[in-house]
């Protein structure tokens, strides 16, 4: 079992910059693969970025490609999120997420384990 706790979020203005982590407990952090997702007030949540488990392979949603920088250390067992150029409709609750049996997270229901959210509002 493993459990995940996320920080960094906050309110930032359009255009610009945050960085969330997530640490993640337990000693077999290496042998999940970890994501992102988020979720805005009436929407479902949608996953934004996955990184596999040795970090050799990362996937983005469209919306944010060419933004956000998804990265892990397996030795401290934390995911880290950059997220640059940021746009209002970035505004939500973002999730750190653990998989123990996909490859790459792009599904909610690929996920096992789920952090307790942290929220970024991004003001136009």
């Known amino acids: 079992q493993v459990q995940l706790v996320e920080s960094g979020g906050g309110l930032v203005q359009a255009g610009g910059s945050l960085r969330l982590s997530c640490a993640a407990s337990?000693?077999?952090?290496?042998?999940?693969?970890m994501g992102w997702f988020r979720q805005a007030p009436g929407k479902e949540r949608e996953n934004v970025a996955a990184i596999s488990r040795s970090g050799g392979r990362t996937d983005y949603a469209d919306s944010v490609k060419g933004r956000f920088t998804i990265s892990r250390d397996n030795a401290k067992n934390m995911v880290y999120l950059q997220m640059n150029s940021l746009k209002p409709e970035d505004t939500a609750v973002y999730y750190c997420?653990?998989?123990?049996?996909?490859?790459?997270?792009?599904?909610?229901?690929?996920?096992?384990?789920w952090g307790q959210g942290t929220q970024v509002t991004v003001s136009s």
């Open positions: 337990g000693r077999t952090f290496s042998s999940y693969t």
């Open positions: 997420a653990a998989g123990i049996h996909a490859i790459v997270l792009v599904a909610a229901g690929q996920v096992d384990y």
